[in-house]
């Protein structure tokens, strides 16, 4: 059972505009969420998380969006640099409530191409 | 700081081998995990441990994976006899608290023959 899920597999965009990744979730009790960024050959580095109190967190080019009521939340890129060209998972977790579990859940992934 | 480190980097055995992964953890967390990485299921969480403490390994495939953290510094994954299917990168990440930001390490190409 995927906990969350990225139903894009892939995604390529022009350099200069704007990159919209999606990920949505099924546990409502999750109420932190991130967003990781990975390159081949090395280890998923963290990019930007939002807690489940904001809707919005932003971070120079890279913006998230939460939407609690759709269990939706979406990464921004804006402009998108070649650079940026990688895999992005989402991830969510239960920080609060009486059954913690510390698990952070990750979705398989949506690779983005971003062209010159 | 260098960061999660892993060990070795890549992996080739044949099937019925016993296969070892090392992690070293970032120094003062507190939270390890390992993860698998596959196309259809992208990171799997196999296990996690806290202050050293497996805390849930519902996510270790089958018996023949095992896990120890004999001390904060340090973690291994076992795999034991080795399959063809087991074949994956695996990561180690830490963190400082539980499911908040975690470090992943560049992670062990496992390839199976």
């Known amino acids: 059972d995927q906990q969350v899920k990225q139903n894009s597999p892939s995604l390529s965009v022009q350099e200069g505009r704007i990159s919209i990744l999606n990920c949505d979730y099924t546990?409502?009790?999750?109420?932190?969420f991130l967003w990781y960024k990975k390159y081949p050959a090395e280890g998923p580095t963290f990019l930007i998380s939002?807690?489940?109190?904001?809707d919005k967190n932003e971070d120079g080019r890279f913006t998230v969006f939460l939407n609690k009521s759709a269990k939706h939340l979406s990464l921004h890129i804006v402009p998108s640099q070649p650079g940026d060209s990688a895999v992005y998972f989402c991830?969510?977790?239960?920080?609060?409530?009486?059954?913690?579990?510390?698990?952070?859940?990750f979705g398989q992934g949506t690779t983005l191409q971003v062209k010159p | 700081d260098a960061g999660v480190i892993q060990s070795p980097r890549h992996e080739v055995t044949e099937m019925g081998q016993e296969v070892t992964l090392r992690c070293k953890p970032i120094?003062?967390?507190?939270?390890l995990f390992w993860y698998r990485q596959t196309m259809m299921r992208g990171l799997e969480l196999l296990i996690y441990?806290?202050?050293?403490?497996?805390?849930?390994d519902s996510g270790m495939p089958e018996d023949r994976f095992s896990a120890k953290m004999p001390n904060a510094s340090f973690s291994t994954l076992k795999i034991q006899p080795s399959e063809p299917r087991d074949s994956a990168v695996y990561f180690c990440?830490?963190?400082?608290?539980?499911?908040?930001?975690?470090?992943f390490g560049q992670g062990t190409r496992l390839t199976v023959v």
């Open positions: 990440a830490s963190s400082l608290r539980m499911a908040t930001e975690a470090f």
């Open positions: 546990n409502s009790m999750f109420d932190y």
């Open positions: 939002i807690s489940s109190i904001k």
């Open positions: 991830a969510a977790s239960e920080v609060s409530g009486s059954s913690n579990t510390g698990k952070l859940i």
């Open positions: 120094s003062g967390h507190n939270s």
């Open positions: 441990f806290n202050n050293n403490v497996p805390i849930d």
